[in-house]
């Protein structure tokens, strides 16, 4: 058990490599309660939260979740204060929109100070359901079938139709879910929302359905190595304050078009004019991987630096992240990690890692 | 296991065989607390390490450790098959798993060492 972000966490429940495999070949359960959860409704929403993030909102549907990122400009300098999830809930019962966000363990307190320094004098409610709900991710090729064998057939029917990045209310396993096509593993799979008393009925009913499939609990070790495998940033590593969005690959994350959101000039700056070191993958020739902060050469010259890197289960190999200079950025580059006082050969390769076969139903 | 065993609180066991020489491997605790081992790195024949010297690796997937010398002395073997046989480690620690043997420079230093007794209730105490 380690602290995360306040948070008591598992790195394991046994093995890091057992439960990233579970997840590549059956499911994975993770406990990602420790996620904000944060609420947004009222007749001016749609259009305050369309001011602050970088993704559109204006005109998204009811059931559609897109990442984002949420931006602040507090201190002069435009910064990255978080990427999240952003999706619109059903309407409530008077008719005025709802929205969600779901942002990191590590970023909640300071994007909700933030948003909240933000609000309207009227028109917007923002609530903080962090510690009243409690958040599971299902990943995996079966993850989608144990789910919703938990489910009345017209709910698992649902579930199953969903398409990525697509989210609806469900009841499983008893216990009324907000259910939504995501996660942060590179497989199919689903991530609940439930009340925080059904947490331990959902999770112990999932577990009880797919132990005899494969599915496995999974910590915090996997979640990192399956999300390094799927080329996922995570923030605090890939992302930062003072990142380029562009630069990291996350152009699809920042809508600049017609917007105004804080730091929008800043950023639709850094689109026209590249510069900086730019997100790689790096593949060594051995299990043994360069880690955050470890120095990319090529050389006697410094080219970059490790953002993220591991084992990769799934390749049976050594993987990094890091940023590097655009001129050895390319894949087929050869470089070296430099680990301790040995370095290590890696060659400079496409994210993601790991990519589904999304023919597989 | 056998009595006649010595533990570092940095998990490193110590075995004095008959020759003099100590054989020196990775407590089974700490292979069952680091799990999925990829890359150890040992030292050169050769070379003397002082007690608590840092002198090889064990990586696991979630982080990388230090072994330390348990004594100081002369480093007279290295286990040249474990690096590539990583599994050795957790089937037989106290065995096949050996890591280095170091010939010491002062025996006496074994007795600032915690018997096996001494070394459970160390990591008995401690979380996983």
């Known amino acids: 058990m380690v602290d995360f972000a306040g948070w008591r966490m598992p790195v394991q429940y046994a093995s890091i490599v057992e439960e990233h495999l579970a997840t590549r070949l059956a499911a994975g359960i993770f406990d990602v309660s420790h996620m904000g959860r944060l609420t947004i409704g009222g007749t001016a929403a749609v259009g305050w939260l369309e001011s602050l993030l970088t993704r559109k909102v204006a005109g998204i549907d009811v059931g559609r979740v897109r990442y984002t990122l949420i931006t602040s400009d507090a201190g002069g300098q435009p910064v990255v204060l978080d990427d999240a999830l952003v999706s619109r809930d059903a309407d409530a019962a008077d008719g005025t929109e709802r929205l969600a966000l779901v942002v990191n363990a590590s970023n909640r307190d300071r994007v909700v100070a933030w948003l909240t320094s933000c609000l309207p004098a009227a028109g917007v409610t923002f609530a903080d359901r962090t510690l009243e709900t409690a958040m599971i991710a299902v990943q995996g090729p079966l993850a989608i079938q144990i789910v919703g064998s938990l489910c009345t057939p017209a709910d698992a029917s649902r579930i199953a139709g969903l398409g990525n990045y697509r989210a609806t209310s469900a009841v499983v396993a008893g216990h009324v879910a907000a259910v939504s096509r995501t996660g942060y593993t590179g497989e199919d799979g689903v991530e609940l929302v439930v009340d925080a008393a059904a947490a331990t009925p959902v999770w112990e009913a999932i577990h009880a359905a797919g132990a005899p499939l494969g599915l496995r609990a999974c910590g915090l070790g996997a979640r990192d190595t399956l999300r390094l495998e799927a080329g996922m940033p995570l923030y605090g590593h890939e992302l930062r304050e003072d990142s380029d969005p562009s630069a990291i690959g996350l152009d699809l994350a920042v809508n600049l078009e017609g917007r105004s959101f804080p730091g929008a000039g800043h950023y639709g700056g850094l689109r026209k004019h590249p510069a900086g070191r730019v997100r790689v993958g790096l593949t060594f020739d051995s299990k043994r991987s360069a880690r955050e902060g470890d120095a990319v050469m090529q050389g006697n010259r410094q080219v970059g630096v490790v953002t993220s890197g591991s084992f990769a289960p799934t390749l049976g190999t050594a993987v990094a992240m890091a940023m590097v200079d655009r001129d050895v950025a390319s894949p087929g580059t050869p470089v070296e990690g430099v680990i301790r006082d040995s370095r290590q050969p890696a060659v400079v390769t496409p994210l993601p890692f790991y990519q589904r076969d999304k023919r597989r139903a | ?128």
């Open chain 2, 1 to 128: 296991m056998a009595a006649d065993l010595k533990f570092a609180k940095t998990h490193e066991w110590v075995r004095p065989e008959a020759d003099g020489v100590l054989t020196v491997g990775v407590s089974s605790y700490a292979v069952e607390a680091l799990t999925d081992l990829v890359f150890m790195q040992l030292p050169a024949v050769g070379r003397k390490v002082k007690a608590g010297e840092s002198f090889g690796e064990i990586e696991s997937v979630k982080a990388v450790s230090d072994l330390y010398a348990p004594v100081s002395g002369e480093i007279v073997e290295v286990n040249a098959a474990l690096p590539g046989k990583l599994e050795t480690l957790g089937k037989d620690p106290y065995g096949e798993g050996w890591v280095v043997r170091i010939k010491a420079d002062n025996p006496a230093e074994m007795d600032g060492l915690l018997d096996r007794a001494a070394y459970d209730s160390l990591v008995g105490s401690q979380p996983h």
